[in-house]
């Protein structure tokens, strides 16, 4: 299950961007489609972190690096996650991922070895 992710690009800082991720509707079977998502970033020569994540009943958590900056979010009719960013920062620079936890469980706090499926990620450039 290969996850698609849009948007993206550069921006100055202070700006805002957004960032999509559809997620493909592989099979009808519960373990599909019962799923939680998150949002990854790795900048060069860094691990890769946690962004956000949102969860099947819409709960949400975020990093305290983007907390009150970022938005996470999700349309269940189009199978798609969103990621709303604002108030950039050169530091939030990064390739993004959007994954996806299949199965039931919970993203909130999901380390990216958890989660099942990727998308190829998106760059996202701030410049100061």
């Known amino acids: 299950v290969q996850l698609v992710e849009s948007g993206g690009g550069s921006v100055q800082a202070g700006g805002s961007l957004s960032l999509s991720c559809k997620v493909p509707?592989?099979?009808?079977?519960?373990?599909?489609?019962?799923?939680?998502t998150a949002w990854f970033r790795q900048a060069p020569g860094k691990e890769r972190e946690g962004v956000a994540a949102i969860n099947p009943d819409a709960s949400t958590t975020y990093a305290d690096s983007v907390k009150g900056r970022f938005t996470i979010s999700k349309d269940d009719v189009k199978s798609i996650v969103y990621l709303h960013m604002k108030g950039l920062k050169s530091d939030d620079s990064a390739t993004y991922y959007c994954?996806?936890?299949?199965?039931?469980?919970?993203?909130?706090?999901?380390?990216?070895?958890?989660?099942?499926?990727w998308g190829k990620g998106a760059l996202v450039t701030v410049s100061s």
């Open positions: 509707e592989y099979s009808t079977s519960t373990y599909y489609t019962d799923y939680c």
């Open positions: 994954a996806a936890l299949m199965g039931g469980g919970s993203c909130h706090g999901a380390t990216s070895s958890q989660m099942n499926y």
